[in-house]
């Protein structure tokens, strides 16, 4: 009777590289066994994260075919949800790069029901939100599609529900991608002209019609025509008191200009004045390299002033990521377009320029008030970063170099500095000593993650861990790709044993670093979460599941 038992109730303890006994779970990419999420949270995760890299059991190629067919089934179940979840995601910022929504969005348009691909246009301009998305998700649906009167509609509203101004605006500014342009795109819409200028407009951009900026300066009050001849104008300026003039009086923006101006401190000077936040986020080496960034400089304090704005990064949806890549390259000293990252590159290429500490420091900062407002839970966190083989491998939204387990402890770091009780902890197939604290600046912490020693993936050794020394624990955070498959118990199981020998109703939340449709948290079990790393969101979720306030 007691073989029975023993073989046909559920153990207290299994090995990850079988099912708990009752429980639906999935082989990972691994061999272990997990919890499958649905296929919206899947949605989410690529959304999120994307699939640049791939992973190290999963190529690139794999990963984002993986996800393309959940993209799809979520279209065949509910079309109008899949629309929607895209569009939260991608208006709201909460995802590093745009293009996973894009290409989400473009599948909506190609292969949904009528009120889908109807629901995916009408979306266009939420989703692509400047002229490179434009080109993106033209690029996309037209491996899927031809151009329909559905798609020649929506590209067309695209820029004549914009106002005339912001419409030259953005021709102006993201002129072109992978070989689209503004003419080709109008070309193939045929969009109706709602009035006259927005007819010179288009007359300008598919013929380059010299006659509407000739006569543009005579028409000083439209805004539109005036920036068109100011723009063509700056094209042929010969010398930089003209260009800076015309960059004062019409904020032109640095794409419009010549590169040749671009070596000028005095060019970068004024357009700093009225630089969207993107674009000094990703100049700030150049900046340096010309000698306009400098310690001590007017242009450090405006910098400086801004990535300490919260207000300002959440207005212009500035993701961390976006600052984490910033902080990285600023910090090298040099450019990482076209080269692969790795910590000893710092001591190994030349440097193009210095930059400043109190630049550092604010980009350390603008880090943190990236994320969404986080309120402090007052509970007692671990947090476990997954630091075994496969977390070394694809990287986070296409960054070079930020692998899963880079990227993992930059998030960790945000809960620690907002709570008072916490620890951090690291493990692979065994716990391994994690020298870190949460006033280490972010660098410092990327680089303590880098040289970390790694092995085969154990998501149960927290628990164990806090078992093991006594810790009294109210919320444990592993962040992890959740290819756990070593342990001679499964994560869940080992919570549940922590709640029974402590008496503390421990919850456990579960940080997905890579758009795989893995969990080890149990779905079942409510005080078990899975949330997506790197969702701008997800610090402040977290904290609320963690305080009970969800």
């Known amino acids: 009777m007691k073989k029975y038992l023993k073989n046909a109730m559920q153990p207290v303890a299994t090995p990850q590289n079988q099912p708990i006994p009752g429980k639906q779970m999935v082989k990972n990419n691994a061999g272990g066994y997990t919890f499958e999420i649905s296929i919206w949270e899947q949605l989410k995760r690529f959304i999120v994260l994307g699939a640049e890299g791939g ?108 106002t005339p101004r912001d419409m030259v605006y953005q021709v102006v500014k993201y002129r072109q991608r992978n070989g689209w342009t503004h003419t080709d795109t109008l070309r193939k819409a045929h969009p109706m002209p709602s009035d006259e200028t927005v007819k010179a407009i288009f007359q300008w951009i598919t013929r380059r ?31 930089v008191e003209t260009v800076l003039s015309l960059i004062r009086q019409y904020k032109l923006p640095r794409e419009a200009l010549p590169t040749d101006w671009l070596r000028e401190p005095a060019i970068w000077e ?8 993107t674009a000094m986020i990703r100049n700030l080496g150049v900046m340096s390299k010309v000698g306009l960034l400098t310690p001590m400089s007017d242009a450090e304090k405006t910098v400086v002033a801004r990535l300490t704005d919260a207000n300002r990064l959440q207005k212009a949806r500035i993701h961390p990521i976006a600052i984490l890549s910033a902080l990285r390259v600023y910090g090298l000293g040099f450019g990482l377009k076209g080269q692969s990252y790795h910590p000893l590159m710092a001591n190994s290429q030349p440097k193009e320029w210095t930059p400043t500490p109190k630049v550092l ?20 966190t671990m947090l476990a970063l997954d630091v075994s083989g496969s977390m070394m491998s694809g990287t986070i939204a296409g960054v070079p170099g930020l692998t899963p387990r880079e990227a993992s402890a930059a998030m960790a770091l945000v809960t620690a500095r907002t709570e008072r009780d916490y620890m951090f902890t690291a493990f692979y197939d065994k ?7 949460a006033k280490m ?30 810790l009294s624990l109210d919320t444990f955070v592993i962040y992890t790709d959740n290819e756990s498959w070593f342990g001679k118990i499964h994560p869940s199981q080992a919570l549940a044993q922590y709640r029974e020998k402590t008496g503390i109703p421990a919850k ?22 899975d949330v997506i790393g790197f969702d701008s969101a997800a610090p402040g979720v977290m904290a609320d599941f963690s305080a009970g306030r969800i």
């Open 55 to 162: 992973t190290y059991y999963v190529t690139e190629r794999a990963l984002t075919v993986a996800n393309a067919n959940n993209v799809l089934t979520c279209i065949h179940t509910d079309g109008l949800r899949t629309v929607r979840e895209i569009v939260a995601i991608s208006e709201d910022g909460r995802a590093p790069r745009n293009d996973p929504a894009i290409f989400a969005l473009a599948l909506a348009a190609s292969h949904g029901d009528p009120a889908t691909r109807k629901a995916a246009f009408d979306a266009l301009p939420q989703v692509c939100r400047i002229g490179t998305h434009l080109f993106t998700f033209i690029e996309f649906v037209q491996t899927m599609r031809g151009w329909g009167r559905g798609l020649r509609r929506a590209v067309g509203a695209w820029y004549t529900e914009k």
């Open 209 to 239: 019609d010299e006659a509407v900026w000739a006569q543009a300066a005579a028409i000083p009050a439209d805004a539109a025509l005036a920036y068109i001849h100011a723009f063509e104008r700056v094209q042929q300026a010969q010398n």
């Open 270 to 277: 004024a357009l700093l004045t009225d630089m969207p936040m």
């Open 361 to 380: 420091d604010a980009l350390d900062t603008a880090f943190e008030l990236a994320f969404k407002a986080i309120e402090p839970t007052n509970k007692r």
């Open 431 to 437: 716990m391994v000593p994690l020298n870190i604290s």
């Open 441 to 470: 600046r972010l660098d410092d912490v990327s680089n303590a993650i880098t040289n970390l020693p790694f092995g085969a993936t154990d998501c149960a050794l927290p628990m164990l861990y806090a078992m093991k020394h006594n």
């Open 508 to 529: 456990l939340i579960v940080v997905g670093m890579t758009a795989t449709n893995f969990s080890i948290a149990d779905p079942h079990d409510g005080g078990m979460m």
